[in-house]
């Protein structure tokens, strides 16, 4: 497994701007898939984004044109960019990553959005 540490998140109010941080322990050798997920309170966790080691991104319907992902392989870490928020992006956010079959967690990040 992958041991991953995230950073970042708060409180912030609506129109506001966050980064979240997720970095890799050890090589990243064999990570294909780095990604950020979020679980807002009595809720599923859902995708928010994800970018493959070649580049390709997706992205959650209700993030589109607000939030980035972005990667920096020298680092093995991921970052989530998240601008214009609003009140139901408030959720708790965890990155994670698929190497060699296996699926790994944050530990994951409290984001806030007043309004």
């Known amino acids: 497994q992958v041991q991953l540490v995230q950073s970042g998140g708060g409180l912030v109010q609506a129109g506001g701007s966050l980064r979240l941080s997720c970095a890799a322990s050890?090589?990243?050798?064999?990570?294909?898939?780095m990604g950020w997920y979020r679980q807002a309170l009595g809720n599923q966790r859902e995708l928010v984004a994800t970018?493959?080691?070649?580049?390709?991104?997706n992205y959650a319907d209700s993030v589109k044109g607000r939030f980035t992902i972005s990667r920096d392989g020298a680092k093995n870490t991921v970052y989530l960019q998240m601008n214009s928020l609003k009140p139901e992006d408030t959720a708790v956010y965890y990155c994670?990553?698929?190497?060699?079959?296996?699926?790994?967690w944050g530990q994951g990040t409290p984001v806030t959005v007043s309004s």
């Open positions: 970018m493959t080691s070649s580049g390709s991104t």
């Open positions: 050890g090589s990243g050798v064999g990570i294909n898939i």
């Open positions: 994670n990553a698929l190497r060699w079959g296996t699926i790994s």
